[in-house]
């Protein structure tokens, strides 16, 4: 009697895993920083603010800069309209296209779950051809909790046809925010270790870590099959 396994669903973070957007965030933050006679962030502070979606980056912005915290809807809105579709400078990390399309090739359902807003998220798939890939597109204003909350990685799993409560599936972030989410569902949790995390690898949950591409099907096929 043949039993066959279902390949696992896959959700992956997109920040600092799939993609390195930092230099167009920092861009567009200096932007509106420029425009409130705000002195520039250097790259390296922006890129330790991603993670956490829209609204945190500007909290950690404002308490940088020492700016009123009433006028975050206001940076958020002006930053929102430069990064709409600021991809000049966002890649692609090595090995990831390939990688995504050997997964799909092998059957397993993809998705994405970021805190990055949903249309924004949707245009840069679209700008690098990969959108297709992905059954399940969950952004960081696509349900009402963002990560590290447990809600928005259940809803991408259960676009992927997984059962939100007790799923079989594994999710691949880089940050502390996609260690606690994964931990919080549960699901097993890789971690990119070429990402935005600040914490030690030792010190965030995880099965596995990779720090490239071309290592990740290898590890996603040593996981036992539904
Ligand atoms: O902070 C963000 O905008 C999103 O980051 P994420 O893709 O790593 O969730
Ligand atoms: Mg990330």
């Not at 259940?154 to 059962?163: E, W």
């Not at 691949?172 to 569902?185: K, L, M, Y």
Request: hydrophobic share 45%; aromatic share 8%.
């Amino acid at each position: 009697m043949n039993v066959c396994l279902a390949p696992l669903p896959i959700v992956f973070d997109l920040d600092g895993t799939l993609i390195d957007s930092a230099p167009d965030i920092h861009a567009c933050v200096n932007t509106v920083l420029g425009h409130h006679d705000t002195l520039p962030l250097t790259l390296d502070q922006v890129r330790s603010f991603i993670g956490g979606g829209v609204e945190v980056l500007w909290q950690k912005i404002i308490a940088a800069r020492d700016l009123p915290d009433d006028k975050i809807p206001d940076y958020i809105s002006a930053f929102m309209l430069c990064y709409q579709d600021a991809t000049q400078m966002t890649r692609l990390f090595p090995g990831v296209a390939e990688a995504l399309n050997l997964l799909a090739d092998r059957g397993y359902p993809l998705g994405i779950c970021t805190n990055k807003p949903h249309a924004v998220t949707c245009g840069i798939l679209d700008h690098f051809g990969i959108a297709n890939l992905f059954g399940s597109v969950i952004g960081g204003d696509s349900v009402q909790e963002r990560k590290p909350h447990p809600a928005p990685l259940r809803a991408a799993l259960l676009g992927l046809g997984a059962d939100p409560l007790n799923p079989k599936a594994l999710y691949v972030g880089d940050s502390e925010f996609d260690a606690a989410c994964a931990a919080a569902v549960p699901v097993p949790f890789l971690i990119y270790s070429q990402g935005y995390r600040h914490t030690p690898l030792a010190d965030l949950p995880h099965l596995a870590s990779f720090d490239d591409f071309a290592a990740l099907p290898g590890l996603i096929d040593m996981q036992p099959a539904d």
